[in-house]
């Protein structure tokens, strides 16, 4: 069995009508499956819903970004800000991504500081090095 078939507590995120999303928490980290646009009109609720999963439960998070359709430079700077806290918080933030944010995320140049990943397989690893 591996990690993700583990048992876990799943629950639907209550975001925006165009960012939608489920959490997943287990012993040691959390996943979040978000689809949909991250942008500045979805930017608060997410950053306020993140973070206080972040501050709430397990330390270490991936965020499964892989279905996400369009993301602007609000979802950029939420990104950095729930990178830092799992940082301050002694966690990591690994982020799954789709070739779109990943072209995105290279436009600004923050792939080397935003942990980007190819798979949640990819990131588990990642998560179980630390």
Known sequence: MTKLEDTAIRETLALTVSLRGTVEVRDDYQLFRLTGQLDAFSEPAFRKVLGKS?????????LDLSKIDFID????GALVQLAKQAQTNKGSLQIVTNPRV????????????LALQPSVDAALSNISVS
């Not at 501050?55 to 998070?61: I, L, R, V």
Request: hydrophobic residues 35%; without cysteine.
């Open 54 to 62: 972040l501050e709430d439960g397990p330390k270490h998070a991936i």
């Open 73 to 76: 430079s609000s979802g950029l």
């Open 102 to 113: 990943t072209q995105t995320v290279k436009l600004v140049r923050l792939e080397n500081f």
